[in-house]
């Protein structure tokens, strides 16, 4: 079949999250698994961009309201990535370093999905799927449906897939005249508390939907922004489909973002070289244990609760275990974690921003993994984080749930069920005994590093999805 994925973000085109991994690996054994799928993102000024070859194989005009953007589609010419790659470039739109965070962006991802429509039409073969990714995308199934010009399509299959469900794509009925023209008596379709909820709108329309774990299918029929008895409405066409990784990209053994290669069978040694690489880097001493967070430092991921964390575990074990905080995001917490630098120096450090091959090597060289989210849909760095041999220290809550099991029950990590201080400080404090217990230490971290968190089995449950709603009439 062929299939379409349409998303803003996809690794290593653009990633600000979880998002860009998923669609820049799914798509890739799904090909694998024989089907013609094609991935299209805004093209945005990044590096990717820079240093790959495109083609353009179409051009047109978006048309939104009154505005009217010239567009080019680009093809990456080498398939690099394991499927064909297209670019959405609407250079007065897009033309930018940053994927989020602009005052237009409800008009850059309305452009980007005519845009991306407009393009499947001209080439005048009807794709069997098109799975959209988030809110960005979420008007897709409605304009199949309705909107005049892409009549053509109305028998295509739509998938939602829901990364996170918090972020909804809100916008007033002041803009509807920026949609393609459809019949209004469908118009109720787009609304949800008198406003367009363009993820709403998805869940409606799509014949399907999924969520990035079982568990966050479960907990979005609770808490979801306002969308709970919408989503309790739809569960007979959900499912919750748990995240894979890309194991050849996060593969410890071939694995060049590291310092020292090593697997299941020799762990012990390349995870010492990795470790005193890394507590090199950043002043640490590499004979005690190293805790490390990696990702956003927002409330969502418990952000908020580091700097006291980080202060209480410290002194509670005063020169006996490191800290080290790789991200970005509020500039509170940010201040306040380098802050920690003067107090705790040789036993802490920071490192504002995001770095892709320093986060394989905190992974490599780290003995644990911190995620206090308070939000976490599915949850990659914890899988990451047991692929390099590193025990994730983690809130029970969507994906971490599902994948994080308590050694305590003979799992492969620490689990705490509150995003507070004090859940987290005692999770520090029972790894610090476990860290000292060499033998059972090592039995947990081998249980994460034997784990199937690969993509196959995810790609065939996807691949079930479509050939179900392909037979509905």
Avoid at 228 to 240: C, M, Y
Avoid at 287 to 298: A, D, E, Q, T
Wanted: net charge negative; with cysteine; glycine share 6%.
């Amino acid at each position: 079949m062929e299939i379409f994925h349409i998303s803003a973000e996809c690794y290593p085109m653009a990633k600000v999250g979880g998002l860009a991994d998923v669609v820049g690996a799914l798509p890739k054994y799904q090909k694998n698994a024989g089907h013609d799928v094609r991935v299209v993102v805004p093209c945005y000024d990044t590096k990717f961009r820079k240093e790959n070859d495109f083609e353009c194989v179409h051009w047109g005009t978006v048309k939104l309201g009154n505005f009217n953007f010239p567009f080019s589609v680009l093809k990456e010419t080498t398939d690099k990535l394991g499927y064909e790659l297209y670019l959405i470039e609407i250079n007065e739109l897009f033309n930018r370093s940053n994927v989020y965070g602009y005052e237009d962006d409800i008009e850059r991802f309305l452009s980007f999905q005519i845009a991306v429509l407009d393009w499947i039409i001209a080439r005048n073969k009807v794709p069997d799927i098109i799975n959209c990714h988030d809110h960005h995308t979420g008007l897709i199934p409605f304009l199949l449906q309705v909107a005049y010009k892409y009549e053509s399509l109305k028998d295509v299959k739509t998938v939602i897939t829901i990364h996170n469900g918090l972020y909804q794509g809100w916008f007033g009925f002041d803009k509807l005249y920026y949609l393609p023209e459809f019949d209004l008596k469908h118009v109720g379709l787009l609304e949800w508390n008198n406003s367009i909820n363009s993820l709403a709108v998805a869940v409606k329309c799509a014949n399907a939907v999924t969520t990035v774990s079982p568990s966050y299918l479960n907990e979005i029929n609770q808490y979801a922004n306002g969308l709970e008895s919408l989503f309790n409405s739809v569960r007979n066409k959900s499912k919750g489909i748990l995240n894979g990784i890309d194991i050849e990209v996060w593969n410890p053994f071939k694995d060049p973002m590291i310092s020292e290669h090593y697997s299941i069978e020799n762990f012990e040694i390349g995870k010492k070289k990795n470790k005193e690489k890394l507590c090199e880097q950043f002043e640490l001493d590499s004979s005690k244990p190293l805790f490390s967070f990696i990702g956003r430092l927002f409330d969502e991921k418990g952000g908020d609760l580091l700097p006291h964390v980080a202060a209480l575990a410290l002194s509670e074990h005063f020169e006996e275990i490191n800290i080290l905080i790789l991200g970005s995001g509020n500039s509170e917490i940010e201040s306040q974690l380098t802050q920690l630098r003067n107090d705790y120096k040789g036993n802490y450090n920071v490192f504002i921003g995001y770095n892709e091959d320093l986060a394989h090597l905190i992974y490599a060289g780290s003995d644990y993994i911190l995620m206090p989210s308070r939000v976490e849909p599915c949850g990659l760095n914890q899988m990451y984080a047991m692929r390099y041999g590193t025990v994730p220290i983690v809130r029970r809550t969507g994906g971490l749930r599902d994948t994080v099991i308590d050694f305590g029950d003979e799992g492969n990590g620490i689990c705490h069920d509150q995003a507070s201080v004090a859940d987290i400080t005692y999770s520090i404090n029972r790894a610090v005994k476990l860290y000292d217990d060499k033998e059972k230490f090592n039995k947990v971290l081998k249980r994460g590093m034997s784990a199937d968190h690969s993509w196959e089995r995810v790609c065939q449950e996807y691949i079930e999805i479509y050939n179900l709603i392909i037979q509905q009439k």
